[in-house]
């Protein structure tokens, strides 16, 4: 069965950090590409950052640059999204997201993980 499992979402302070984790399983995980997308009630989900399996070049969406760090450990299959200098506007649900590198129909979303930042 495949599974993308997150945790580390929480409540924070602005200004103070938290590590999201996406534990893969039932896939080859070191065969796609990973990412981490958020979730605003009544907003699109948009994506946050990405990191290819190829070569791990990495990608993040401007609001983010400089704050956040994603990283991947393929001998865990485990993803992580290293959030500082949290902002309220950081507020949403985090999801985990693996695309197959050659084959992107294969993809796989996590359930979700709140992070509430307070100012």
């Known amino acids: 069965e495949v599974q993308l499992v997150e945790s580390g979402g929480g409540l924070v302070q602005a200004g103070g950090s938290l590590r999201l984790s996406c534990a893969a399983s039932g896939f080859s995980f070191g065969d796609y590409a990973i990412g981490w997308f958020r979730q605003v009630p009544g907003k699109e989900r948009e994506g946050v950052s990405c990191i290819r399996s190829s070569d791990g070049n990495t990608n993040y969406t401007d609001s983010v640059k400089g704050r956040f760090t994603i990283s991947r450990d393929n001998a865990k299959n485990t993803m992580y999204l290293q959030m500082n200098s949290l902002k309220p506007e950081d507020t949403a649900v985090y999801y985990c997201?693996?695309?197959?590198?050659?084959?992107?129909?294969?993809?796989?979303w996590g359930q979700g993980t709140q992070v509430t930042v307070s100012s």
């Open positions: 997201k693996a695309v197959h590198s050659i084959v992107p129909a294969f993809h796989y």
